[in-house]
């Protein structure tokens, strides 16, 4: 298992926080997502191999939010 950390901009409420953890635990290969509204970080458990981070910056960038 793995973990990453990304940095997503535009975050302001719940469902914001909403809208990141849900695009991400759509993805095929993503265990757990943990998104801290207020230092606007979403730290990620995935399996190698399965999903990338790229794939996850796309999901998040798809719900209108940056990822830096």
């Given at each position: 298992m793995?973990?990453?950390?990304?940095?997503?901009?535009?975050?302001?409420?719940?469902?914001?926080?909403?809208?990141?953890t849900?695009?991400?635990?759509?993805?095929?290969?993503?265990?757990?997502?943990?998104?801290?509204?207020?230092?606007?970080?979403?730290?990620?458990?995935?399996?190698?191999?399965?999903?990338?981070?790229?794939?996850?910056?796309?999901?998040?960038?798809?719900?209108?939010?940056?990822?830096?």
């Amino acid at each position: 298992m793995a973990q990453t950390t990304l940095n997503v901009q535009g975050m302001t409420c719940g469902h914001c926080k909403s809208a990141v953890t849900n695009a991400l635990k759509e993805l095929e290969g993503v265990k757990n997502v943990e998104v801290d509204l207020q230092a606007g970080k979403a730290n990620v458990e995935y399996e190698e191999g399965k999903v990338s981070e790229e794939s996850m910056k796309e999901a998040v960038e798809d719900q209108g939010y940056d990822v830096v």
